[in-house]
């Protein structure tokens, strides 16, 4: 007679690992290259240039760059395609409408002065930095079983695996989404167009959520001469908020040279975490049980630094270099390299063009460990392997009004684990990102 009987693990019961920890703090502090088109189209390489909403995020220095105040909206459509290296199943798709940027720019100050402080300029702003927005669903085979993992780390379940068991077939369908929003107060100093020197105050919004259905099936024949297989099913959600500093400051030694350098203090905050799950087997004997996890720690993100340079050509464009680099304190600290260009062929008219690469924050032994009261359900882990940009814009620039677009092609390679004992799965990510802004100016 066939046995189906289903375990209830309503995951996460008083705490979370270590891991767990690592692995949050990681993906929340991952920033991707989002904004207007002007700084998506120049790959965000413009520490050393400012003079735009989202250019001030990397160094608020660059607010003292505007000579006249500004209204600026933005609004973005992201198409991200997963696909499992290797392999032939079905890209995993999403799609996604939002608006990434709001910003209101006050310029106070005699742009006519040619010595002392020229201006001081004020900015409210609303940025998303980050999207969780990716679907994945990927097939492997793996030498290690969920359930064998379970009963090797003395997880009580009274699920028969014995501990040979080997050659497992899996398949998972993973479905991300979230944000991380910054809500910032920014002001800066002209100081006789030589140096400009700023300063920021940035609150910051949490929110990710995560759906995981994994499946696998192993050559165990129970007493009813049927293959035996375990699915797990499990919700994770996590909100939170943090709050942060920056200091900038931009100088140039010549007309045509531009150095900048910003320092953005470590974000303090607090994160809660709620999470479920059903496990469910086809074995000889199991158990029922059921819990429930809610849970709140405090969130650090890392310190970060930025340093650019930009060589400016007159009012015929200017090409731009800048190195970012930011201190992780469980995982590998992040170097990310751009490079932008932006060209007037004619007064009011902006190419734009950039490329930049991020490296990994992953660590080789940064994996999902098993917690022996099995307290996260959700045993998958997800890491970048490295991320690369490239993008190209266009905008016009009148008297009082503006109009940008750009287009981004984003891919990033990731490893995600099943579980600690399974085989790195290998996916390509893509996204494709088309923005508009629009904006006033007087």
């Known amino acids: 007679m066939k046995i189906v009987r289903y375990i209830l693990l309503s995951a996460l019961c008083m705490s979370l690992s270590a891991h767990c920890f690592a692995q949050d703090n990681e993906r929340l ?110 097939f492997a085979p793996s030498d290690h079983s969920l359930g064998n993992l379970l009963s090797s780390a003395n997880i009580d379940l009274t699920i028969p695996y014995p501990d040979d068991v080997y050659n497992t077939s899996s398949v998972m369908s993973l479905r991300e989404s979230g944000y991380v929003n910054q809500y910032a107060f920014d002001w800066a100093m002209n100081i006789s167009h030589r140096w400009y020197v700023g300063a920021g105050l940035r609150m910051y919004s949490y929110r990710m959520a995560a759906d995981v259905d994994y499946y696998e099936l192993f050559p165990i024949i129970n007493q009813s001469g049927e293959w035996c297989d375990l699915e797990n099913q499990n919700t994770f959600v996590l909100n939170g908020f943090g709050v942060g500093g920056s200091f900038g400051v931009i100088y140039r030694p010549c007309g045509w040279v531009r150095l900048g350098f910003a320092l953005h203090t470590p974000t303090l905050g607090t994160v809660n975490c709620n999470a479920s799950g059903t496990m469910s087997a086809l074995t000889d004997s199991l158990r029922y049980s059921d819990a429930y996890m809610s849970d709140k720690w405090d969130y650090s993100a ?97 008297r009082m009004f503006m109009a940008q677009l750009a287009y981004q092609y984003r891919r990033q390679m990731l490893q995600l684990h ?19 802004t629009l904006g006033w100016h007087n």
């Open 29 to 138: 502090s991952e920033r991707q290259v989002m904004g207007t088109a002007r700084y998506v189209g120049m790959s965000g390489a413009m520490t050393a240039i400012g003079g735009d909403p989202s250019a001030v995020y990397d160094n608020p220095a660059g607010l003292g760059v505007y000579r006249r105040s500004e209204v600026l909206l933005s609004v973005d459509y992201q198409r991200d395609r997963t696909m499992q290296q290797n392999s032939d199943s079905l890209p995993g798709k999403s799609d996604l409408f939002m608006v990434p940027q709001v910003s209101l720019v006050i310029a106070i100050g005699n742009q006519d002065k040619q010595s002392g402080i020229i201006s001081n300029n004020l900015m409210l702003s609303y940025h998303r930095l980050r999207t969780f927005n990716r679907y994945y669903k990927v």
């Open 302 to 398: 890392p310190l970060r630094t930025s340093l650019g340079v930009a060589l400016q050509v007159g009012d015929y464009g200017a090409l731009s270099l800048q190195y970012d680099y930011q201190h992780a304190k469980y995982c590998n600290d992040l170097h990310t390299l751009r490079a932008g260009l932006e060209i007037v062929p004619v007064p009011g008219l902006y190419l734009n063009a950039g490329y930049g690469y991020e490296s990994t924050f992953k660590r080789s032994y940064d994996l999902a460990r098993m917690d022996p009261k099995f307290e996260r359900q959700d045993t998958h882990s997800i890491h970048p392997e490295s991320t690369w940009y490239a993008s190209g814009g266009i905008g016009y620039r009148g």
């Open 418 to 436: 099943a579980h600690e004992k399974a085989q790195p799965i290998d996916i390509n990510a893509d996204t494709h990102r088309i923005v508009l």
